[in-house]
């Protein structure tokens, strides 16, 4: 959907000035309230009969002005005392303090928001907002659950949901509560966090998403804080949760979780290194294959630095790729890296993987490796190595690291098959796990 704010954006300057020309008075009065003017589309609402909007974004994405937005559409009526949509609302917060804040008096908030002739009046001694044409909102607070039994309401605005220390609570609580009118609603405003609620909440069928970085709402953000917060934590779990707006999971029981790869990263890699590839070939090679996993290693074997025995410089891999597609993409990782050697799993092209690869690249220095166990028995000795602090990633590797905390020792929690991780398993392993590991001699002088 084009809002509004797309069209002044991209219009001549002459065809913007006649537009603004040709406003009455009282219509240019009117317009910086008129949000669907102004609004990004992930702040418009979703068509459609949906029962809970959830708005996932980043930290200054403008979640907050468009739920604000969305309350003032709800209430107000064609005139300043005609009825609107709603009549009974539900403010929740994580705490009375930061709703009345964020929600009522902050600069995206409800009061701020709205035009004088439809400003709603906050009546503190209640934490009631109302409106002139009898709509009223009240506020509650997450630490507060039981608040909400009794009331009953015909919409709700929940701010924050991924945060609130009583959220399965007070979320069931509000569920109860939204019982008015032909059709309740709530829009859900959030920094996403990996939270059951959350998370069972996006998977229901009534349930439509939209979902914005932070950069999405730049020209109301100042551009040293983009730069700074992209600067310091774009490379980290952190800055894909709270400036790209991702729900990053970790399976339970998971041989990987975030929390230790954070603690695990590198930017550069020591000298004395050397390079393996490994290459997890797909069975096939058409549109519905599974990705070929190619991933570059480097080995540190003279004087690793605190512990180091070796970096991830890579995930190489390519997704739906035909035979000599993957392995162009393998021999050309090879050549980047300056690797040592290139070792690709067997099971399923047989002796047709290794003749592809000499055919693609006759001077790749080849191993072919069998699997003679299963996943998650050959990825267990490479999780320990990541336990013990003897393995770096070289910055964040966004979809290898998605695959690792979907492994747990139950088998792989993901969809399809861990192609990556397959690749990164047999790169470790053959660098460092393999009988004879680090008999190879240092190809590269670093990097």
Not at 2 to 24: N, Q
Not at 337 to 359: F, I, K, P, S
């Amino acid at each position: 959907m084009r809002s509004g704010a797309d069209w002044l954006a991209s219009a001549p300057p002459e065809v913007t000035e006649t537009f603004l020309k040709g406003l009455s008075d009282g219509a240019l009065a009117a317009l910086p309230y008129l949000f669907e003017v102004w609004a990004l589309p992930h702040q418009l609402p979703p068509e459609g009969d949906w029962t809970s909007w959830v708005i996932l974004g980043g930290r200054g994405a403008g979640k907050t002005r468009a739920g604000a937005e969305w309350v003032r559409a709800m209430v107000e009526g064609p005139t300043p005392a005609a009825p609107g949509r709603a009549r009974r609302v539900a403010l929740v917060g994580e705490t009375y303090d930061q709703a009345l804040a964020v929600m009522v008096k902050g600069e995206s908030g409800l009061i701020a928001c709205s035009p004088p002739d439809r400003c709603p009046r906050w009546i503190a001694g209640e934490r009631r907002l109302e409106w002139p044409n009898g709509a009223e909102a009240r506020l509650y607070s997450a630490h507060d659950p039981e608040a909400l039994r009794g009331p009953q309401f015909d919409a709700a605005w929940v701010d924050e949901l991924a945060k609130w220390p009583k959220a399965q609570e007070t979320w069931d609580m509000l569920q109860f509560a939204l019982r008015l009118g032909e059709h309740p609603q709530q829009v859900v405003t959030t920094t996403p966090r990996n939270v059951a609620v959350l998370k069972e909440l996006l998977a229901r069928d009534s349930t439509v998403v939209t979902r914005a970085p932070t950069e999405a709402n730049r020209a109301n953000l100042a551009p040293s804080f983009l730069k700074e917060v992209r600067a310091r934590y774009g490379q980290q779990r952190l800055g894909r949760q709270e400036l790209d707006g991702e729900i990053l999971e970790d399976a339970e029981d998971a041989l990987w979780t975030r929390g230790m790869l954070d603690g695990l990263r590198a930017d550069r890699v020591p000298e004395g290194a050397r390079v393996i590839v490994a290459v997890d070939p797909p069975v096939t090679g058409h549109a519905g294959s599974d990705a070929c996993g190619i991933v570059a290693v480097a080995v540190i074997e003279h004087g690793p630095p605190h512990g180091w025995t070796a970096v991830v410089l890579e995930d190489a891999s390519v997704e739906a790729a035909s035979p000599k597609a993957w392995a162009e993409a393998a021999a050309a990782a090879y050549h980047r890296h300056g690797a040592a050697r290139m070792v690709a799993e067997v099971n399923q092209g047989g002796d047709l993987v290794a003749t592809l690869m000499r055919q693609v690249d006759p001077f790749v220095n080849l191993r072919a490796v069998r699997a003679s166990t299963g996943k998650t028995a050959r990825a267990e000795p490479v999780a320990a190595l990541y336990e013990q602090g003897r393995v770096r990633h070289l910055g964040v590797l966004a979809a290898l690291e998605d695959e690792m905390c979907r492994m747990t020792r139950r088998g792989f929690e993901g969809k399809g098959s861990p192609d990556r991780l397959d690749a990164l398993v047999w790169a470790l392993t053959e660098g460092l796990l393999a009988p004879g590991a680090g008999a190879l001699k240092p190809q590269i002088r670093g990097l």
